[in-house]
């Protein structure tokens, strides 16, 4: 049996298991430290109370001989894909179809499987640093994508590059930076993709986090994106779903690839050949916990949730500036990227910052090279948690 070559060319571990993998190496050595973990954004608050009793409710009708349900739909319950097509487009002025929505069971997965239905030849770019998923994604399918550098000087916000590419990853608000695309920067994403013909990934994932209304939630409020843009969006961290796991993927019919001969395919359809062959649908009493996110408790309760985050973020870009830190996002996204301390290697702060403050976070050249020299704090933790860190912090660089 011959093995799929690609994987060689991937780092040894992935980001977030090679940082536990320290973490407990640390903890095993250090066995009376609290280790403070802000380092994968893992929400900490419970689930919203209107959620759990949406749960508890399916759970019952599933022990129930009358209301039991086997295989749902493959892309979604109608009472979901209604609350998400009204919630997040209708209210936002789009509308998206029901059949355009596919519900599942992550963002992490459909990001990682959508590249399943692009040509092994397509050039595919991502801006650098980068959820690393993307990137992993199509080395193991055998494609190296083009890196688009973000820097302090473009506000990690980089424009679209000169060289035209089939595919291109945008994640606004965006992780790892914690930094947010506005509406003109996206209007000349979707310019650029429309006139190169490109497809646009664009994970929304932190839109629940974005709380200036002049910004746009959805690349949706963009005219001309439903041409050229698949959508992603997470339940993870607008509504605490990453240990429930439900997400979903917008996938508009008007969004186009070419086949051998030249001839347009709706990528709609190959999706929804994608989806249900190799998935059976996220679980009931999971999409009935998601679609409780939008009823008028659940809206108030993760809203609230989402705010502690944010007040969280808050404390921590006050907190590092204060330590002499500079610090880009956490105003729309419940991270803060960091200039590492004296010019550290982000692996070399990695380690200082666990030595000397027993903090845990992300260092930036896991995100890749465009990563190195900064450094990711996420806000996901309680608020005692996060001020003790932060008096670490300063004790030790501030
Ligand atoms: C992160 O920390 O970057 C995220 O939690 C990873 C994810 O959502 O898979």
Same mark, same amino acid.
């Given at each position: 049996?011959?093995?799929?070559? +690609?994987?060689?060319?991937?780092?040894?571990?992935?980001?977030?298991?090679?940082?536990?993998?320290?973490?407990?190496?640390?903890?095993?050595? +250090?066995?009376?430290?609290?280790?403070?973990?802000?380092?994968?954004?893992? $929400?900490?608050?419970?689930?919203?109370? =209107?959620?759990?009793?949406?749960?508890?409710?399916?759970?019952?009708?599933?022990?129930?001989?009358?209301?039991?349900?086997?295989?749902?739909?493959?892309?979604?319950? !109608?009472?979901?894909?209604?609350?998400?097509?009204? +919630? !997040?487009?209708?209210?936002?002025?789009?509308?998206?179809?029901?059949?355009?929505?596919?519900?599942? !069971?992550?963002?992490? /997965?459909?990001?990682?499987?959508?590249?399943?239905?692009? =040509?092994?030849?397509?050039?595919?770019?991502?801006?650098?640093? $980068?959820?690393?998923?993307?990137?992993?994604?199509?080395?193991?399918?055998?494609?190296?994508?083009?890196?688009?550098?973000?820097?302090?000087?473009?506000?990690?916000?980089?424009?679209?590059?000169?060289?035209?590419?089939?595919?291109?990853?945008?994640?606004?608000?965006?992780?790892?930076?914690?930094?947010?695309?506005?509406?003109?920067?996206?209007? #000349?994403?979707?310019?650029?993709? #429309?006139?190169?013909?490109?497809?646009?990934?664009?994970?929304?994932?932190?839109?629940?986090?974005?709380?200036?209304?002049?910004?746009?939630?959805?690349?949706?409020?963009?005219?001309?994106?439903?041409? /050229?843009?698949?959508?992603?969006?997470?339940?993870? #961290?607008?509504?605490?779903?990453?240990?429930?796991?439900?997400?979903?993927?917008?996938?508009?019919?008007?969004?186009?690839?070419?086949?051998?001969?030249?001839?347009?395919?709706?990528?709609?359809?190959?999706?929804?050949?994608? +989806?249900?062959?190799?998935?059976?649908?996220?679980?009931?009493?999971?999409?009935?916990?998601?679609?409780?996110?939008?009823?008028?408790?659940?809206?108030?309760?993760?809203?609230?949730?989402?705010?502690?985050?944010?007040?969280?973020?808050?404390?921590?870009?006050?907190?590092?500036?204060?330590?002499?830190?500079?610090?880009?996002?956490?105003?729309?996204?419940?991270?803060?990227?960091?200039?590492?301390?004296?010019? =550290?290697?982000?692996?070399?702060?990695? !380690?200082?910052?666990?030595? #000397?403050?027993?903090?845990?976070?992300?260092?930036?050249?896991?995100?890749?090279?465009?990563?190195?020299?900064?450094?990711?704090?996420?806000?996901?933790?309680?608020?005692?948690?996060?001020?003790?860190?932060?008096?670490?912090?300063?004790?030790?660089?501030?």
């Amino acid at each position: 049996m011959r093995i799929n070559e +690609h994987y060689a060319k991937l780092p040894a571990s992935y980001l977030f298991p090679e940082i536990g993998r320290r973490v407990r190496a640390y903890q095993a050595a +250090h066995p009376d430290a609290k280790v403070i973990r802000l380092g994968i954004g893992d $929400v900490t608050e419970p689930l919203a109370p =209107a959620i759990v009793e949406a749960m508890h409710a399916a759970v019952s009708e599933m022990g129930e001989r009358a209301t039991f349900k086997g295989y749902g739909p493959e892309q979604g319950y !109608d009472f979901l894909i209604d609350a998400i097509r009204e +919630h !997040d487009y209708q209210a936002r002025g789009v509308d998206i179809a029901g059949d355009e929505i596919f519900v599942s !069971d992550g963002s992490k /997965c459909d990001s990682g499987n959508i590249q399943e239905i692009f =040509a092994v030849a397509a050039r595919v770019a991502v801006t650098d640093p $980068v959820y690393p998923v993307y990137v992993d994604s199509n080395v193991m399918a055998g494609r190296t994508p083009m890196l688009i550098e973000g820097n302090e000087a473009n506000g990690f916000q980089p424009e679209p590059p000169k060289e035209p590419v089939d595919v291109v990853y945008l994640c606004s608000p965006n992780n790892p930076t914690g930094t947010v695309a506005t509406r003109t920067q996206l209007e #000349k994403w979707v310019a650029w993709a #429309k006139a190169n013909d490109t497809v646009i990934l664009f994970d929304a994932a932190y839109e629940g986090y974005i709380s200036d209304p002049s910004l746009p939630h959805s690349i949706y409020e963009i005219p001309g994106a439903k041409d /050229c843009a698949i959508e992603l969006r997470s339940f993870s #961290k607008r509504a605490g779903f990453t240990g429930v796991r439900c997400a979903f993927m917008v996938v508009p019919k008007t969004v186009t690839g070419l086949d051998p001969s030249g001839k347009r395919v709706s990528l709609n359809s190959l999706w929804a050949r994608r +989806h249900t062959t190799k998935f059976n649908g996220a679980s009931y009493v999971v999409q009935r916990g998601a679609a409780a996110a939008y009823s008028p408790a659940g809206l108030q309760q993760t809203n609230a949730q989402i705010a502690f985050y944010m007040e969280n973020a808050r404390l921590i870009r006050e907190g590092l500036t204060a330590a002499g830190f500079t610090i880009f996002g956490g105003v729309h996204a419940p991270y803060v990227w960091l200039r590492t301390a004296g010019g =550290a290697t982000s692996w070399d702060f990695f !380690d200082q910052l666990l030595d #000397k403050a027993q903090v845990v976070g992300t260092p930036g050249a896991g995100f890749g090279p465009a990563g190195e020299g900064y450094f990711r704090l996420s806000a996901f933790n309680s608020r005692a948690n996060i001020e003790e860190a932060l008096g670490r912090i300063r004790r030790v660089f501030g």
